[in-house]
């Protein structure tokens, strides 16, 4: 029998089951697929309650300069998205959180939409955030991938009721609410009003709603949660592995610990 037998840890409503979620992201291949392996047993075993998986892509249009500087340094040692897969499968020897992946239209034609979400199905990734696939687009990706049991998360961006309330209306698994306009990255202060922007969202959709973009402090984090149903941060994360390389497993684990820590008392 596999040791991926079907279990509802793996499913993205896991992530919310148990109060507000912590959801960390890093980019596969940065500084190595090795060392991604052992960042992902540790964020999970540090009380990440889902984890994106970034599959780097040269034109990553919606990331700041420390996501970005991550994908080159990825794509330079050699992080194609077969290699990432394989990785993948390593982790879900021991990692039985929920999975996603965030990567760009392009990496998945390239490696054929069935052949990708085929994959995705046998190491139970359950969803992918897709940064530049138009709502309005959302349809012809969406299909291949519910077939394989994959989810496409929708982005929900400060804009007219009107348009959330179309996407919140279709949307599945649970909503990247983004909390600033712009590209990724750590911002000093968020001063968009998330409170209002969630609240419309949930005029038209019970699934949960995490923020992200920009978050970087427990503080952030706590706010943000408080209004919502998690905090999403990626290029916090992402900076401390540049900075300590391959060797950043007792930062990375000091800091999500204290993430979650602070959006469980939001």
Known sequence: MSKLAYTDN????????????????LTAGDPNL????????????????????????????????VIQR???????????TDAIFDMV???????????????????????GTDRFFKRCKALQIRGIIVPDLPY????ELETVAATYGVTVISL??????????????????????????????????????????????KKYTDIPVAIGFGIAEPEQAKAMAAVSDGA????????????????AETPLAEYVKSMKNAVSQA
Not at 10 to 24: E, H, L, R, T, V
Not at 90 to 106: A, D, G, S
Not at 136 to 139: D, R, S
Not at 232 to 247: N, T
């Open 10 to 25: 793996f499913d993205i409503q896991a992530a919310f089951a148990k109060g507000k979620a912590f959801i960390g992201f």
């Open 34 to 65: 090795e060392a991604t392996a052992r960042y992902i047993q540790t964020m999970a075993q540090a009380g990440a309650d889902l984890i994106e998986i970034g599959i780097p892509f040269s034109d990553p249009v919606a990331e700041g300069e």
């Open 70 to 80: 991550a994908s080159e340094r990825a794509l330079a040692k050699g992080a194609l």
């Open 89 to 111: 499968a390593q982790v879900r020897e021991t990692v039985t959180i929920p999975l996603v992946f965030m990567t760009y239209l392009n990496p998945v034609y390239v490696y």
């Open 136 to 139: 309005e687009e959302k349809e």
């Open 156 to 201: 929900i961006a400060p804009t007219s009721e009107q348009r959330i309330g179309r996407i919140a209306k279709e949307a599945k698994g649970f909503i990247y609410c983004v909390s600033s306009l712009g590209v990724t990255g750590v911002r000093k202060n968020i001063t968009t009003d998330i409170e209002s922007l969630v609240g419309t969202i």
């Open 232 to 247: 999403i941060v990626g290029s916090a994360i992402v900076k401390i592995i540049e900075a300590y390389g391959d060797k």
